[in-house]
C-alpha cells in the first residue's frame, strides 16, 4: 500500500476533523457533569413500566423553589435532572409533588457535589492532562535519542504529539456537538477516557516509530526515507489494526451490556481508539515525511521566524 505518496489526502481529511471540533468546541464549549460545576444529579426511574412525562418532572422540582440545570431522558422510563445543589430533604419534596401531579416515579440514584470540590477537580484534570503530555514527549525524546538522520529525533517526538493532539481534539469536538444534540455531560470518568486515549495513541505511534527507526538503521538498500516509510507502514499495519480491532470488539460488547454508568466513557474511549489508529498509521508518520521534505528543500524555522524562509 502507497500510504506515504497519499498522506496529504489522510491529513486533509484529519485537518477537517479536526476543525470541525475545534469549531464546535470553541462556539458551543461542553456540558459540565456536576464533578466539574457542583450541584446535585437526581436519576429517577418509572415503577409503572410507563414513559415518564418530563414536563411534570421539571414542573415538580421548579414548583419546590429548584433550579432545574438541565433534565435529560435517558429512555422512555429513565431520566435524570440536574439541580442547583440540594438537600435530600428538598429532593424528596419534589418527588412527592411529581407523584401527587400524576407520574409514578421513585428514585434510582442522588448525588451532591460542592462548587469548590468541583474546582479542585476540573484544576487536577487539567494538570494530569497537562503533566501527561509532558511526560509522553520526554519519553519519545530518550527513546530516539539516537536517531538523528535524516530526521532529528526531536521531530519524531514532535510528530508524535501532533497525532496525539489530533486524537484528543477529534474526541473532545465530538463531545462538543453531543453535548450540543443530545445534551451529554463530561465528568471525571472522560477525564480517565482521554488519559487512556493519549497512552494508547503514542504506543500505537511508536510501534510505527520504532519500526521507521530500525529500518533506517538497517538500511542497507540505501532506499529513499519515503520509501523507507512506507515499508514500515506495510510492516506493522497488521499489528496495529489487529491490536486495535480486538479493543473495539471488547468496546462495543461493554457499550451494549456495560450499563449506563460507563456508557459515555466507553463511547470516548471507541472514539479515541480509531482515531488513535488512523493517526499512528497515517497521521504521525505523514507528518514526519513533510517535515522530511521540507528539510530536503532547505526551510528552516528559524528563518520563517525572522521572515526568510525558503519557499
Known sequence: MDIVGKRRIFLAISGVATVVGLISIVLFGFKLAIDFTGGSVTQIVSTNNKAIDVKKIKDA????????????????????????????AQKNKALITANSN???????????????????????????????????????????????????SWKFGLSAIIALVHDVLIVLGAFSLLGLLFGIEIDTLFITAVLTIMGFSVHDTIVVFDRIRE??????????FEELVNQSFNETLARSLNTSLTV??????LLL???????????????????????????ASAVLVEWYDLDKRGFKFSKLLKGGGKK
Do not use: C
Not at 529500518?215 to 538498500?221: D, F, G, P, Q, Y
Not at 473495539?248 to 460488547?253: D, R, T
Open 257 to 283: 451490556f456495560g450499563g449506563e454508568s460507563v456508557r459515555w466513557f466507553i463511547v470516548a474511549f471507541l472514539i479515541g481508539i480509531i482515531t488513535g489508529t488512523y493517526s499512528s498509521i497515517f497521521v
Open 102 to 152: 400524576g407520574t409514578n416515579i421513585k428514585e434510582k440514584s442522588f448525588n451532591t457535589l460542592g462548587p469548590v470540590i468541583g474546582g479542585e477537580t476540573e484544576k487536577n484534570a487539567l494538570m494530569a492532562v497537562g503533566l501527561a503530555i509532558v511526560a509522553i514527549t520526554l519519553y519519545i525524546a530518550f527513546a530516539f535519542r539516537h536517531v538523528s538522520k535524516p530526521v532529528s
Open 61 to 88: 422540582f421548579t414548583t419546590n423553589k429548584i433550579q432545574v440545570v438541565t433534565i435529560r431522558k435517558d429512555s422512555e422510563k429513565d431520566v435524570t435532572v440536574r439541580t442547583a445543589t440540594i438537600t435530600d
Open 215 to 224: 529500518n533506517l538503521l538497517k538500511n542497507i538498500h540505501n532506499l529513499p
Open 248 to 253: 473495539i470488539l471488547v468496546l462495543f460488547a
